[in-house]
T-cell receptor, first 117, second 114 residues
Framework: EAGVAQSPRYKIIEKRQSVAFWCNPISGHATLYWYQQILGQGPKLLIQ????????DSQLPKDRFSAERLKGVDSTLKIQPAKLEDSAVYLCASSPRLAGGIYNEQFFGPGTRLTVL | AQSVTQPDIHITVSEGASLELRCNYSYGATPYLFWYVQSPGQGLQLLLKYFSGDTLVQGIKGFEAEFKRSQSSFNLRKPSVHWSDAAEYFC????????????FGDGTTLTVKP
Protein backbone atom coordinates (compact mmCIF):
# COMPACT_ATOMS: atom_id res chain seq x y z
CA GLU A 1 0.00 0.00 0.00
CA ALA A 2 1.44 3.35 -1.00
CA GLY A 3 1.80 5.92 1.75
CA VAL A 4 0.82 9.55 1.90
CA ALA A 5 2.64 11.50 -0.81
CA GLN A 6 3.64 15.15 -0.48
CA SER A 7 5.42 17.54 -2.78
CA PRO A 8 7.64 19.41 -2.88
CA ARG A 9 9.84 18.13 -0.06
CA TYR A 10 11.64 21.45 0.33
CA LYS A 11 10.78 25.00 -0.63
CA ILE A 12 12.58 28.29 -0.07
CA ILE A 13 10.78 31.54 -0.83
CA GLU A 14 11.02 35.22 -0.03
CA LYS A 15 8.51 36.79 2.34
CA ARG A 16 5.38 38.07 0.61
CA GLN A 17 5.67 35.41 -2.09
CA SER A 18 3.09 32.68 -2.46
CA VAL A 19 3.59 28.93 -2.20
CA ALA A 20 1.52 25.79 -2.62
CA PHE A 21 1.89 22.30 -1.22
CA TRP A 22 0.30 19.16 -2.58
CA CYS A 23 -0.82 16.02 -0.78
CA ASN A 24 -2.12 12.71 -2.07
CA PRO A 25 -3.52 10.59 0.76
CA ILE A 26 -3.64 6.83 0.99
CA SER A 27 -6.22 5.46 -1.40
CA GLY A 28 -9.64 5.18 0.17
CA HIS A 29 -8.90 7.34 3.19
CA ALA A 30 -11.81 9.68 3.79
CA THR A 31 -10.15 12.06 6.22
CA LEU A 32 -7.25 14.34 5.34
CA TYR A 33 -5.34 16.64 7.67
CA TRP A 34 -2.83 19.45 7.21
CA TYR A 35 -0.51 20.22 10.12
CA GLN A 36 2.09 22.90 10.69
CA GLN A 37 5.14 21.82 12.68
CA ILE A 38 7.40 24.64 13.81
CA LEU A 39 10.90 23.64 14.88
CA GLY A 40 10.87 22.39 18.46
CA GLN A 41 7.10 22.01 18.62
CA GLY A 42 4.56 19.32 17.97
CA PRO A 43 2.34 19.34 14.90
CA LYS A 44 -0.54 21.82 15.04
CA LEU A 45 -3.68 21.05 13.10
CA LEU A 46 -4.45 23.62 10.42
CA ILE A 47 -7.39 22.01 8.67
CA GLN A 48 -9.23 18.68 8.58
CA UNK A 49 -11.29 17.43 5.64
CA UNK A 50 -13.84 14.63 5.63
CA UNK A 51 -14.12 13.65 1.97
CA UNK A 52 -14.21 17.11 0.34
CA UNK A 53 -15.89 18.93 3.22
CA UNK A 54 -14.11 20.91 5.94
CA UNK A 55 -14.54 19.46 9.44
CA UNK A 56 -12.24 21.82 11.35
CA ASP A 57 -10.31 24.88 10.20
CA SER A 58 -10.37 26.81 13.45
CA GLN A 59 -6.57 27.20 13.56
CA LEU A 60 -6.08 28.05 9.90
CA PRO A 61 -4.97 31.70 9.42
CA LYS A 62 -7.56 32.35 6.79
CA ASP A 63 -6.21 35.75 5.80
CA ARG A 64 -3.23 34.06 4.18
CA PHE A 65 -3.76 30.29 4.20
CA SER A 66 -6.21 28.37 2.07
CA ALA A 67 -6.76 24.68 1.39
CA GLU A 68 -8.94 22.66 -0.87
CA ARG A 69 -9.79 19.03 -1.53
CA LEU A 70 -11.98 19.30 -4.58
CA LYS A 71 -12.69 15.67 -5.45
CA GLY A 72 -12.29 14.21 -1.99
CA VAL A 73 -8.89 12.79 -2.87
CA ASP A 74 -5.77 14.93 -3.12
CA SER A 75 -5.42 18.32 -1.50
CA THR A 76 -3.55 21.60 -1.90
CA LEU A 77 -2.51 24.00 0.85
CA LYS A 78 -1.59 27.54 -0.19
CA ILE A 79 0.05 30.43 1.60
CA GLN A 80 -0.32 33.90 0.11
CA PRO A 81 1.54 36.04 1.07
CA ALA A 82 4.09 34.18 3.16
CA LYS A 83 5.58 35.61 6.35
CA LEU A 84 8.81 34.76 8.10
CA GLU A 85 6.90 32.97 10.86
CA ASP A 86 5.44 30.54 8.32
CA SER A 87 8.80 28.75 8.18
CA ALA A 88 7.93 25.24 9.29
CA VAL A 89 7.34 21.70 8.13
CA TYR A 90 3.89 21.17 6.67
CA LEU A 91 2.64 17.66 7.26
CA CYS A 92 -0.24 15.97 5.53
CA ALA A 93 -1.94 12.96 7.09
CA SER A 94 -4.86 10.75 6.17
CA SER A 95 -7.08 8.44 8.12
CA PRO A 96 -9.49 5.67 7.17
CA ARG A 97 -12.97 5.42 8.49
CA LEU A 98 -13.64 2.04 10.04
CA ALA A 99 -16.99 0.34 9.95
CA GLY A 100 -19.24 2.12 12.39
CA GLY A 101 -17.37 5.37 11.91
CA ILE A 102 -14.82 4.76 14.64
CA TYR A 103 -11.97 7.24 14.73
CA ASN A 104 -8.65 5.75 13.75
CA GLU A 105 -4.98 6.52 13.56
CA GLN A 106 -3.45 8.99 11.15
CA PHE A 107 -0.87 8.09 8.53
CA PHE A 108 1.61 10.88 7.88
CA GLY A 109 3.47 11.92 4.78
CA PRO A 110 7.15 12.98 4.89
CA GLY A 111 6.27 16.68 5.01
CA THR A 112 7.32 19.80 3.13
CA ARG A 113 9.98 21.94 4.77
CA LEU A 114 9.26 25.60 4.03
CA THR A 115 11.85 28.31 4.60
CA VAL A 116 10.73 31.92 4.27
CA LEU A 117 13.57 34.43 3.90
CA ALA B 1 -10.05 22.23 25.41
CA GLN B 2 -7.79 19.23 25.19
CA SER B 3 -4.03 19.52 25.76
CA VAL B 4 -0.93 17.37 26.06
CA THR B 5 2.17 17.96 28.16
CA GLN B 6 5.43 16.15 27.63
CA PRO B 7 7.52 17.33 30.58
CA ASP B 8 10.87 16.12 29.27
CA ILE B 9 12.23 18.03 26.28
CA HIS B 10 15.32 15.85 25.97
CA ILE B 11 16.27 12.48 27.46
CA THR B 12 19.56 10.61 27.13
CA VAL B 13 19.82 6.91 27.91
CA SER B 14 22.51 4.30 27.37
CA GLU B 15 21.93 1.56 24.86
CA GLY B 16 20.37 -1.41 26.60
CA ALA B 17 18.92 0.67 29.41
CA SER B 18 15.22 1.03 30.04
CA LEU B 19 13.23 4.03 28.88
CA GLU B 20 10.16 5.88 30.08
CA LEU B 21 8.80 8.96 28.34
CA ARG B 22 6.13 10.89 30.17
CA CYS B 23 2.87 12.20 28.78
CA ASN B 24 0.09 13.97 30.63
CA TYR B 25 -3.15 14.98 28.96
CA SER B 26 -6.15 17.10 29.69
CA TYR B 27 -9.52 16.07 28.29
CA GLY B 28 -13.01 16.00 29.73
CA ALA B 29 -13.81 12.39 28.92
CA THR B 30 -11.95 9.23 28.03
CA PRO B 31 -9.73 10.20 25.14
CA TYR B 32 -8.03 8.39 22.35
CA LEU B 33 -4.28 8.42 23.04
CA PHE B 34 -1.36 7.91 20.71
CA TRP B 35 2.41 7.81 20.66
CA TYR B 36 4.23 8.66 17.43
CA VAL B 37 7.92 8.61 16.56
CA GLN B 38 9.60 10.99 14.13
CA SER B 39 13.07 10.41 12.73
CA PRO B 40 14.94 13.35 11.17
CA GLY B 41 13.42 14.37 7.85
CA GLN B 42 10.61 11.86 8.18
CA GLY B 43 6.92 12.03 8.89
CA LEU B 44 5.40 10.68 12.06
CA GLN B 45 4.98 6.94 12.52
CA LEU B 46 2.44 5.50 14.93
CA LEU B 47 3.98 3.42 17.73
CA LEU B 48 0.80 2.53 19.59
CA LYS B 49 -2.70 3.72 20.40
CA TYR B 50 -5.25 3.44 23.18
CA PHE B 51 -8.94 3.56 22.42
CA SER B 52 -10.49 1.48 25.21
CA GLY B 53 -10.09 -1.77 27.12
CA ASP B 54 -6.80 -3.00 28.52
CA THR B 55 -4.89 -0.04 29.87
CA LEU B 56 -1.51 -1.55 28.99
CA VAL B 57 -1.01 -1.22 25.27
CA GLN B 58 1.64 -2.97 23.22
CA GLY B 59 3.07 -1.30 20.14
CA ILE B 60 5.65 -1.78 17.47
CA LYS B 61 9.43 -1.92 18.00
CA GLY B 62 9.02 -3.29 21.53
CA PHE B 63 7.29 -0.22 22.96
CA GLU B 64 4.38 -0.24 25.40
CA ALA B 65 2.35 2.42 27.15
CA GLU B 66 0.03 2.44 30.13
CA PHE B 67 -3.10 4.56 30.40
CA LYS B 68 -3.67 5.78 33.96
CA ARG B 69 -6.97 7.63 34.17
CA SER B 70 -6.40 8.78 37.77
CA GLN B 71 -3.14 10.46 36.78
CA SER B 72 -4.22 11.58 33.29
CA SER B 73 -1.07 9.97 31.99
CA PHE B 74 -0.04 7.78 29.10
CA ASN B 75 3.66 7.07 29.58
CA LEU B 76 5.69 5.24 26.96
CA ARG B 77 8.15 2.54 28.01
CA LYS B 78 10.71 0.23 26.51
CA PRO B 79 12.71 -2.27 28.56
CA SER B 80 15.90 -2.11 26.50
CA VAL B 81 16.72 0.77 24.17
CA HIS B 82 18.53 0.30 20.86
CA TRP B 83 20.63 2.94 19.13
CA SER B 84 18.05 3.05 16.32
CA ASP B 85 15.45 4.31 18.81
CA ALA B 86 17.08 7.74 18.83
CA ALA B 87 14.37 10.06 17.49
CA GLU B 88 11.69 12.48 18.60
CA TYR B 89 8.62 11.09 20.28
CA PHE B 90 5.21 12.74 20.32
CA CYS B 91 2.22 11.98 22.49
CA UNK B 92 -1.19 12.93 21.11
CA UNK B 93 -4.76 13.03 22.39
CA UNK B 94 -7.88 12.95 20.25
CA UNK B 95 -11.48 13.51 21.14
CA UNK B 96 -13.45 10.27 21.17
CA UNK B 97 -15.79 11.37 18.45
CA UNK B 98 -15.96 10.35 14.84
CA UNK B 99 -14.05 13.37 13.60
CA UNK B 100 -11.98 13.81 16.71
CA UNK B 101 -9.44 16.59 16.61
CA UNK B 102 -5.91 15.55 17.56
CA UNK B 103 -3.67 17.63 19.80
CA PHE B 104 0.04 16.86 19.99
CA GLY B 105 2.58 17.50 22.70
CA ASP B 106 5.79 19.31 21.86
CA GLY B 107 7.79 16.11 21.83
CA THR B 108 10.68 14.50 23.67
CA THR B 109 14.00 14.04 21.89
CA LEU B 110 15.68 10.76 22.74
CA THR B 111 19.45 10.41 22.50
CA VAL B 112 20.97 6.95 22.89
CA LYS B 113 24.54 6.68 24.16
CA PRO B 114 26.65 3.73 22.98
Amino acid sequence: EAGVAQSPRYKIIEKRQSVAFWCNPISGHATLYWYQQILGQGPKLLIQFQNNGVVDDSQLPKDRFSAERLKGVDSTLKIQPAKLEDSAVYLCASSPRLAGGIYNEQFFGPGTRLTVL
Amino acid sequence: AQSVTQPDIHITVSEGASLELRCNYSYGATPYLFWYVQSPGQGLQLLLKYFSGDTLVQGIKGFEAEFKRSQSSFNLRKPSVHWSDAAEYFCAVAANTNAGKSTFGDGTTLTVKP
